[in-house]
């Protein structure tokens, strides 16, 4: 299983993981990324690096 990473200081909340990926990043009031779901599952791995590597600042990271 992976885990989602963010580096909050790098995010600008564009919201492009959210808008690939929404069961696991919703930008919250304050404008930052948050992880609804940090851990991922194998059946959602594509789905979510593709999200990840959306990210136009690279704030977040997917580790195992």
């Given at each position: 299983?992976?885990?989602?990473?963010v580096?909050r200081?790098a995010?600008e909340?564009?919201?492009?993981?959210?808008?690939?990926?929404d069961?696991y990043f919703?930008?919250?009031d304050?404008g930052?990324?948050e992880?609804v779901?940090s851990?991922?599952?194998?059946?959602d791995?594509?789905?979510?690096?593709?999200?990840v590597?959306s990210?136009?600042?690279s704030?977040?990271?997917?580790?195992?």
């Open positions: 299983m992976s885990v989602i990473h580096d200081p995010c909340g564009i919201g492009m993981c959210e808008a690939q990926a069961d919703r930008v919250g304050d930052f990324v992880v779901q851990d991922v599952a194998p059946t791995h594509a789905h979510v690096a593709a999200a590597d990210c136009p600042m704030a977040l990271r997917l580790a195992k």
